[in-house]
């Protein structure tokens, strides 16, 4: 029984109160609007459709966290990366990956993200992106593509997924559950070392971003997204359906494409869209296809040593 101590001392039951009766019924309202988001969550993933322009970029409705909630996290788990991982120290080759992922991000939906671009030391063909604007491309992909407008595309896919709050958006639905099960409540914004208790509780940086596989209409906005920004930022967005066209012709057996391709779509069915979107949209005449600066950059990349043995997952 619910019960409280009256202005006159006399512990009474709470339905008896207006007062009470109001929160009891906004507490049961909270619990039917996150009811209602989680299914809004569950059931809008599934139904989302890819439109024939760019797609409009929104926060989920559950996802209750903010830009600087998301920077946080994106730097807690890019610690974890760069533990895990090896990142290639060069000053010459950080400014390059650095003034292209930058270029790209500038005209993205998000400018106003912190980006930062990293290469790792990998002979894998994989790029992935933390929230936040964290990207990271393997070394393997650099010397895998032939152009700097198919690195362009690579990176300008990776900033749509944290353009669209891919990421920030699982995050929130897990979150939403948990709220849901344990009536925990999001009061302000998070300490670094909330941040950092939420990301372990979810199966840590590798689980929960590096490793995660987003579902196909996450992918296909990803891909439009990408398709428009490599535009915007002066490159060929052909670049995007020619990395994918090798990825297919080079064979899903490889052991260097076998991770991307894990956790992407077949490179088929994505190019049929993106050819279909830019017949429908034709790219503007006179855009970059590639750089002296992407040959010497690739060419530095080929002579440095052997990379090392990728890490267990």
């Known amino acids: 029984m619910y019960t409280a ?8 039951i709470r339905g008896k109160y207006p007062a009470f009766r109001f929160r009891m019924e906004a507490h049961v309202t909270a619990r039917r609007l996150l009811l209602g988001a989680l299914l809004l ?15 409009e970029p ?22 974890d990366v760069e533990k895990k991982y090896t990142i290639i120290a060069d000053p010459a080759l950080d400014s390059y990956l650095q003034e292209v992922g930058r270029r ?9 993200l912190d980006y930062r671009f990293r ?7 994989n790029a992935f992106s933390l929230p936040g604007g964290y990207v990271y491309v393997d070394r393997g992909l650099m010397e895998f593509i032939e152009t700097e407008s198919e690195l362009a595309a690579v990176i300008a896919h990776e900033v749509a997924h944290v353009v669209a709050y891919h990421s920030m958006n699982d995050v929130a639905r897990r979150w939403l559950v948990d709220r849901l099960m344990y009536e925990g409540q999001k009061a302000g914004l998070m300490s670094d070392q909330q941040i950092h208790n939420l990301i372990e509780h979810y199966g840590g940086t590798a689980l929960l971003f590096v490793n995660c596989k987003f579902n196909r209409e996450e992918e296909n906005e990803a891909d439009l997204l990408g398709l428009y920004n490599t535009e915007r930022a002066g490159w060929n967005p052909q670049g995007l359906v020619d990395f994918l066209n090798r990825l297919t012709a080079f064979g899903a057996d490889r052991d260097i494409v076998k991770l991307l ?12 869209t993106l050819k279909a979107e830019l017949k429908q949209h034709p790219a503007r005449t006179g855009l970059a296809r590639t750089s002296a600066a992407f040959r010497a950059a690739r060419e530095k990349l080929k002579r440095l040593p052997p990379s090392p043995p990728p890490p267990a997952e």
Do not use: C, I, W
């Open 5 to 12: 101590v009256a202005s006159d001392g006399k512990e009474q």
């Open 41 to 55: 969550a569950l059931v809008g993933v599934a139904s989302g459709a890819v439109r024939a322009d760019e797609p």
């Open 58 to 79: 929104s926060r989920a409705l559950y996802n209750t966290f903010s830009d600087k909630e998301e920077m946080a996290m994106g730097r807690e788990a890019a610690k």
């Open 104 to 112: 790209v991000a500038s005209v993205s939906r998000r400018p106003n």
């Open 119 to 125: 290469f790792v030391d990998s002979a894998a063909v």
């Open 261 to 272: 391709l894990r956790r992407h779509p077949l490179p088929e069915d994505r190019v049929e």
